[in-house]
């Protein structure tokens, strides 16, 4: 799974496979947790991630939403900036 960014010690990573894996998500991972992160509504469906590093993908999904969207669809995966 290729990694997109990393911020704050949370690494982003995106996974393309056929349709059947949508809806459109990233895996963020944060130490021993793990969070799945929809692009479309920033909320997390699946994993463990602490509050405070949820707080901080979902500012970063809000700053690169257009970017992620774009991969997505595309299915070209690049480098975005992380949170500062």
Not at 8 to 31: D, L, Q, R, S, T
Request: with cysteine; hydrophobic share 40%.
């Amino acid at each position: 799974m290729p990694e997109i960014c990393r911020f704050y010690g949370i690494i982003i990573k995106m996974f393309f496979k056929p349709k059947e894996h949508e809806p459109a998500h990233i895996h963020a991972i944060y130490n021993e947790y793990v969070g799945i992160f929809d692009i479309k509504t920033f909320e997390m469906t699946d994993g463990d991630l602490p509050a405070k590093a949820q707080a901080l993908v979902k500012e970063w999904l809000e700053n690169n939403y257009k970017e992620l969207i774009d991969m997505w669809e595309t299915q070209i995966i690049s480098k975005l900036e992380p949170l500062k």
